[in-house]
Nanobody, 121 residues
């Protein structure tokens, strides 16, 4: 079973940047970032396969980048040009084997506790 611990959330003004980190245990997992704003469904932001293939949701493409440091078992989400609508709880998640794009959140059995991102206008 994989364990996931997020960090790096906070409050920034619109146009600012944050980098989220997710420390994980285990190998051969698809890793991803999801977010959930109050009153809204959880949505996929980005995923990354073991072979380096990355998938980023269209609504954050060009602003968010997912990366991974295998030596330190850490997944990152670099978020630039943040907008107020990016405000949400951000979660790191894992599922066995391959991502195959941005699967629905229900297909991820392992989750971190989440880290809050708040973007003010």
């Amino acid at each position: 079973q994989v364990q996931l611990v997020e960090s790096g959330g906070g409050s920034v003004q619109a146009g600012g940047s944050l980098r989220l980190s997710c420390a994980y245990s285990g190998n051969n997992y698809c890793l991803g970032w999801f977010r959930q704003a109050p009153g809204k469904q959880r949505e996929g932001v980005a995923t990354r396969d073991n072979d380096g293939r990355a998938f980023v949701a269209p609504f954050v493409a060009g602003r968010f980048t997912i990366s991974q440091d295998n030596a330190n078992n850490t997944l990152y989400l670099q978020m630039n040009s943040l907008k107020p609508e990016d405000t949400a709880m951000y979660y790191c998640a894992a599922r066995p084997r391959y991502c195959g794009g941005l699967p629905y959140h229900a297909y991820f059995p392992y989750w971190g506790q989440g880290t809050q991102v708040t973007v003010s206008s």
